[in-house]
């Protein structure tokens, strides 16, 4: 009777080692399918974070672009400005600067 009971004590001690092995092999399955599932995660978060990184940055050059052009017509356009009111007053203009010169 006492082997009885010692066989079934080590029977059950060998069974708790199975299942503490099983229960030690899912743990681990669980941690990586956890760190998998993190990394997917991470990347699928930083994939969408660069595409919309893209969208804005593409925007944003197109406002640049936009603001640019506007610059570059106003500047254009003062230089036409400038232009014109050195075209009908410059001769004057001239003529003052000589005289002045003359007159010194």
């Known amino acids: 009777m006492e082997?009885?009971?010692?066989?079934?004590i080590i029977e059950i001690d060998e069974?708790?080692?199975?299942k503490m092995a099983d229960a030690d092999k899912k743990r681990i399955q669980i941690i990586a399918t956890a760190k998998t599932e993190r990394d997917d995660?991470?990347?699928d978060k930083l994939k969408k974070t660069q595409e919309k990184?893209?969208?804005?940055e593409k925007s944003e050059n197109e406002k640049a672009e936009v603001k640019?052009?506007?610059i570059e017509q106003n500047k254009e356009s003062e230089l036409k400005r400038v232009d014109n009111i050195f075209a009908e007053k410059?001769?004057?203009w001239v003529d003052e600067i000589v005289k002045a010169i003359i007159n010194a």
């Not at 082997?3 to 079934?8: A, R, T």
């Not at 069974?15 to 199975?18: H, L, N, P």
């Not at 990184?53 to 804005?56: D, E, I, N, T």
Request: no cysteine; aromatic share 0%.
């Open 53 to 56: 990184l893209a969208l804005v």
């Open 41 to 43: 995660i991470i990347s």
């Open 68 to 70: 640019n052009a506007e």
């Open 15 to 18: 069974q708790a080692k199975e």
């Open 3 to 8: 082997e009885n009971i010692i066989s079934d």
């Open 90 to 92: 410059g001769k004057g």
